[in-house]
């Protein structure tokens, strides 16, 4: 079991940094909500998010030299879980969309990640998908009992909610240590792994993100772009994140209003 601080040592002007960005990051998830509406294109969305990154001050983690991904942000819809390239694809009302966006401000990064149904209100299977993933990343944060708490405490959680609410939990990926870079360790999965289990301290600072499907849980990648990872099955899928700070005796979620 590691115990050392695996998420990078920050100081109080750093984590503050973390703070701000958490708030701009929030901000802008808002406006998405606000603004985007049937018929848009990904990429009309794409660049009204450049834009608002660039409003507020901050600036697109995704088009750094590394990882250099084609867009400020990741646009999955229906059977896409994450990483998904923004396309030309018009939204269609009662697409199920995931916007997942990392910026930074002052050097610091954050990340976060939320699913909606577009042009109209969430009901039967989609309302089921996205309100039970939704409620395991706050049973994640709700474990989180401060300085000690482990990486398999969170993931218990996390799965305990999928599993109960039957949805498929997206294994192959995971979670992570974010702040001084996008992708830090320690791997913070949405299910316990027996024998791995990470020690988070004060200070630590991670993403946690449960992906879940109304299908199976394996996963393929688009061979053309290299990026899109969506469900084997064609299942739909959602995906929320918050960028979490350990404390003391608790967690401050540093991307939300």
């Given at each position: 079991m590691s115990e050392q601080p695996i998420t990078g040592r920050k100081t109080p002007t750093q984590l503050q940094a973390m703070r701000d960005c958490g708030a701009i990051l929030a901000r802008i998830f808002v406006d998405i909500r606000e603004y985007v509406q049937p018929g848009m294109?990904?990429?009309?969305?794409?660049?009204?998010?450049?834009?608002?990154?660039?409003?507020?001050?901050?600036?697109?983690?995704?088009?750094?030299?590394?990882?250099?991904?084609?867009?400020?942000?990741?646009?999955?819809?229906?059977?896409?879980?994450?990483?998904?390239?923004?396309?030309?694809?018009?939204?269609?009302?009662?697409?199920?969309?995931?916007?997942?966006?990392?910026?930074?401000?002052?050097?610091?990064?954050?990340?976060?990640?939320?699913t909606m149904v577009i042009g109209e209100q969430a009901a039967g299977v989609k309302k089921h998908l996205i309100s039970v993933t939704e409620r395991s990343l706050q049973a994640g944060i709700d474990a989180i009992h401060g300085d000690g708490t482990t990486t398999n405490e969170i993931g218990a959680a996390v799965s305990a909610v999928l599993s109960k609410g039957k949805l498929g939990i997206i294994r192959e990926l995971v979670g992570h240590g974010v702040g001084l870079e996008m992708h830090m360790p320690p791997d913070v999965p949405n299910y316990v792994i027996r024998g791995q289990d990470t020690i988070l301290r004060a200070g630590d600072t991670i993403a946690i993100e449960p992906m879940a499907t109304l299908g199976g849980e394996r996963t393929v990648t688009n061979r053309e772009d290299g990026w899109t990872i969506s469900t084997r099955d064609g299942s739909l899928a959602a995906h929320f994140e918050h960028t979490v700070l350990i404390t003391e005796d608790g967690a401050e979620v540093l991307t939300a209003l």
């Amino acid at each position: 079991m590691s115990e050392q601080p695996i998420t990078g040592r920050k100081t109080p002007t750093q984590l503050q940094a973390m703070r701000d960005c958490g708030a701009i990051l929030a901000r802008i998830f808002v406006d998405i909500r606000e603004y985007v509406q049937p018929g848009m294109t990904e990429l009309h969305i794409n660049d009204f998010v450049a834009e608002k990154i660039k409003e507020y001050g901050a600036t697109p983690t995704y088009r750094e030299p590394d990882p250099d991904f084609p867009g400020v942000i990741c646009i999955s819809t229906n059977e896409e879980i994450v990483h998904s390239v923004p396309t030309d694809y018009e939204f269609e009302a009662g697409d199920v969309v995931s916007f997942d966006l990392v910026i930074t401000y002052k050097s610091m990064k954050t990340d976060s990640a939320f699913t909606m149904v577009i042009g109209e209100q969430a009901a039967g299977v989609k309302k089921h998908l996205i309100s039970v993933t939704e409620r395991s990343l706050q049973a994640g944060i709700d474990a989180i009992h401060g300085d000690g708490t482990t990486t398999n405490e969170i993931g218990a959680a996390v799965s305990a909610v999928l599993s109960k609410g039957k949805l498929g939990i997206i294994r192959e990926l995971v979670g992570h240590g974010v702040g001084l870079e996008m992708h830090m360790p320690p791997d913070v999965p949405n299910y316990v792994i027996r024998g791995q289990d990470t020690i988070l301290r004060a200070g630590d600072t991670i993403a946690i993100e449960p992906m879940a499907t109304l299908g199976g849980e394996r996963t393929v990648t688009n061979r053309e772009d290299g990026w899109t990872i969506s469900t084997r099955d064609g299942s739909l899928a959602a995906h929320f994140e918050h960028t979490v700070l350990i404390t003391e005796d608790g967690a401050e979620v540093l991307t939300a209003l």
